[in-house]
């Protein structure tokens, strides 16, 4: 049978040795060219494409990148988003992210050519940035800078336990728990007060020769509300309990935000006593993901020196991000908190003008909304916020694009929340409005 598709389907490394795919085999590597080369023979040899297509569908069908994760525009008014990443990176973190990619000084001194101390850049930024601090540390997350404070404290102190209040044994996401974390390296709980009130009579009496340090961890996604009371860490730590005082502030605020006055925020942990404070680099500092430590100098040193930190060290691209954010432009979460919701609703204005005119009138409304901080902090607050509402059907549309756009489903409307979109990113938010809408029409 001359016309079986299966015999006119070219081969493997014919279509491979074509000069269209030289510039994608070396970006990509050889192996994702090959495996879209394989799924498309599998096509023509169906019949559901012609040989002399198939050069072209293989093109079509590469990926952008090397990697399966890929670009999505956050409309959904939570600026700290965690299924989409946390915190949006800067410019300049992004650039300080690609020059440390290479070979770097990450641990070297170029002036003598001897060994440097590890991120020393990125650790005098962080000083700098919290000058309250005796010294400083950075590990891979929040949790890792709270496991290190366990595991170290409780050498340290010879104590094993933790005093945590009840109200305050908080659940951080995906099923983790900051008790669990805490009795995984090997401290003991000593839970004290109940699930809506505690008072420091509660934390001193359980204080003891066994005592390691006492816990204050923020509850940074949820709040409870009534008859309610806890210990402030100006409290604790001034009660004379003897012990050090450690706050997990959790969102990464290094000093006050005018925004979100019940966030707790670093330099006032520290300057209310706390012995030391542990957070996230990706929440509201709007960072990578990294965990901090800012503190007694002699605590943060024992943590340094603690064995388990070097299973929780930072790699270059952290530290050189991390020093980027501190001492760089205004990273896209801080901007994001300082928008205005007068310009917000002008850009959305805007966005519904050129959606009627393009798209036809009655898609598109402009509308006041209130926008989160997130996962990340801040739980309750609402951030005033505007945005677009469109049709329902849009959603899955945009969010299966070539820029997946995630909004947010409301009473039966999408809404494309502009608080956590940047400016520059209209456009593109447009353009994604415009293809969902014809492909909606074609389906
Ligand atoms: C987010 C959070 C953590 C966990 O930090 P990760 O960076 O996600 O590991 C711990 N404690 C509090 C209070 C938090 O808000």
Redesign the pocket.
């Known amino acids: 049978m001359p016309d079986d598709p299966r015999r006119r389907t070219p081969r493997t490394d014919a279509v491979l040795a074509d000069a269209r795919l030289d510039e994608p085999t070396r970006r990509l590597g050889p192996a994702l060219v090959k495996r879209a080369v394989a799924e498309v023979l599998q096509r023509c040899r169906e019949g559901a494409l012609a040989p002399d297509e198939v050069v072209e569908a293989v093109l079509g069908s590469l990926p952008a990148g090397a990697t399966s994760l890929r670009r999505v525009l956050n409309a959904t008014g939570v600026v700290v988003h965690t299924n989409l990443g946390r915190a949006p990176l800067s410019p300049a973190a992004v650039d300080a992210v690609a020059v440390a990619a290479g070979a770097t000084d990450v641990e070297l001194d170029l002036g003598t050519g001897r060994r440097g101390r590890r991120g020393a850049g990125t650790l005098a930024a962080l000083a700098a940035a919290v000058p309250v601090a005796g010294g400083v540390h950075v590990v891979n997350?929040?949790?890792?800078?709270?496991a290190l404070a366990a595991c170290a404290l409780t050498s340290a102190t010879g104590g094993r336990e933790v005093v945590v209040s009840r109200g305050e044994l908080?659940e951080?996401?995906d099923g983790f728990r900051?008790p669990d974390l805490l009795e995984s390296v090997g401290a003991r709980l000593r839970e004290v007060g109940t699930t809506n009130r505690v008072r420091l009579r509660d934390y001193a009496d359980a204080v003891g020769p066994d005592t390691a340090f006492v816990l204050k961890?923020?509850?940074?996604?949820f709040r409870v509300e009534g008859f309610t009371s806890s210990v402030p860490v100006s409290v604790l730590s001034r009660a004379g309990l003897e012990v050090p005082v450690v706050a997990?502030?959790?969102?990464g605020l290094l000093a006050p935000h005018p925004r979100l006055p019940g966030e707790p925020d670093a330099a006032s942990a520290l300057r209310a006593g706390a012995d030391l404070v542990?957070a996230?680099?990706?929440?509201l500092l709007g960072g990578p993901?990294?965990?901090l430590l800012l503190g007694r100098g002699d605590l943060v040193d024992a943590l340094r020196r603690h064995p388990f930190a070097r299973a929780l060290r930072v790699d270059k691209l952290t530290l050189a991000a991390l020093e980027a954010t501190l001492t760089g432009p205004v990273p896209p979460v801080p901007g994001a908190l300082a928008r205005r919701p007068d310009d917000l609703l002008a850009r959305a204005r805007r966005l519904a003008d050129k959606i009627a005119a393009e798209i036809g009138d009655g898609v598109a409304r402009a509308v006041t909304t209130g926008g989160a901080v997130g996962?990340?902090?801040a739980p309750g607050v609402v951030l005033p916020s505007a945005g677009v509402s469109l049709p329902e059907d849009l959603a899955a549309p945009l969010r299966t694009g070539p820029v997946p756009v995630v909004g947010r489903v409301t009473g039966g409307r999408l809404l494309l929340d502009l608080l956590s979109v940047a400016e520059e990113d209209d456009d593109l938010l447009l353009d994604a409005v415009r293809r969902a809408h014809q492909r909606l029409g074609e389906g």
């Not at 961890?217 to 996604?221: G, M, Q, T």
């Open positions: 997350n929040g949790a890792a800078a709270l908080v951080i996401g900051i961890v923020h509850p940074s996604n997990d502030i959790g969102s542990t996230s680099g990706d929440k993901q990294c965990g996962g990340g902090g």
